[in-house]
């Protein structure tokens, strides 16, 4: 069982940056992979980023591919996501999720046994 816990959301003005983080209970973190994913209201749920293994492998939905990084440190159980350069359009709930399996990208929501809560992001003009 792996348990999540976001932070690091908050208001924020268009052009600015948050750093989100998402602690993580269990020993075999680094072996997990990580994802991050928002949900805006009405719509669904989407894919921003994830990371396989240590962190090397990284993928990005292309709405924040250059604006937004995922990174891990396993020392501390603990992922982040980076985003610079936020955009009215990235006002959503935030969510961190973990799998144990590694193979492939994970994208797609059903691809995760655990979800954090989820933290609010809201960028405003």
């Known amino acids: 069982q792996v348990q999540l816990v976001e932070s690091g959301g908050g208001l924020v003005q268009a052009g600015g940056s948050l750093r989100l983080s998402c602690a993580a209970s269990?020993?075999?973190?680094?072996?997990?992979?990580m994802g991050w994913f928002r949900q805006a209201p009405g719509k669904e749920r989407e894919f921003v980023a994830t990371s396989r293994w240590s962190g090397g492998s990284t993928c990005y939905a292309d709405s924040v591919k250059g604006r937004f990084t995922i990174s891990r440190d396993n020392a501390k159980n603990t992922a982040y996501l980076q985003m610079n350069s936020l955009k009215l359009e990235d006002t959503a709930v935030y969510y961190c999720a973990a799998d144990s399996r590694t193979t492939a990208w994970r994208t797609a929501p059903y691809e995760y046994a655990y979800w954090g809560q989820g933290t609010q992001v809201t960028v405003s003009s």
């Open positions: 269990g020993r075999t973190f680094s072996s997990y992979t």
